[in-house]
């Protein structure tokens, strides 16, 4: 497949974002989506899924852009229904990750970690939280950067 639907989903949507206020792009992902589109386009020659995923985007973001002014509640649960199942596939078959998605999952562990530690060193679970969650933080923020630099974040 060649790159030029990737193009085109980009031209795409960078000519929705200029339409639509900040707080709509951020709502829709819209930058988020760029990446979304690349990676698929990554997988595009080994996955036939993925070759689908970006005709239907490329469908989907003609239609948007034609109908910027004009979009509905439909319009909205169907994007989000899409990102979502586009985002599960490149999770479960190409072992992606969201963004911040280590970050995330290592603080509660951070957090659950700490109240134990807290209860067991300073018999007081408040004082395990903050140093548990901190922990967390620097420990997820770092795999999410590698993650980013090996090309494996969504
Ligand atoms: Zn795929």
């Known amino acids: 497949m060649d790159s030029n639907s990737v193009d085109q ?20 992902g819209l930058d988020q989506y760029i990446r ?9 020659n080994e996955c036939e899924e993925c070759v689908n995923f970006l005709e239907d985007l490329e469908r989907h973001f003609r239609d948007l852009q034609h109908r910027i002014n004009d979009l509905n ?8 229904k899409q990102t979502n199942n586009i985002k599960n596939h490149l999770q479960k078959k190409h072992g ?48 999410d950067s590698d993650a980013k630099k090996k090309g494996k974040m969504i």
Request: aromatic residues 6%; glycine residues 10%; hydrophobic residues 45%.
């Open 96 to 143: 992606l990750v969201p963004e911040n998605h280590y970050m995330t999952l290592y603080m509660s562990v951070g957090i659950s970690l700490g109240v134990a530690l807290g209860m067991l060193l300073f018999d007081n679970l408040a004082l395990g939280i903050p140093i548990g969650m901190t922990l967390g933080i620097a420990i997820g923020s770092g795999m």
């Open 36 to 44: 979304i589109a690349k990676r698929l386009d990554d997988h595009a």
């Open 73 to 80: 509640k439909e319009d909205y649960q169907r994007h989000h």
């Open 9 to 28: 989903i980009v031209k795409d949507i960078e000519f929705i974002k200029k339409q639509l206020n900040e707080k709509m792009v951020t709502k829709l």
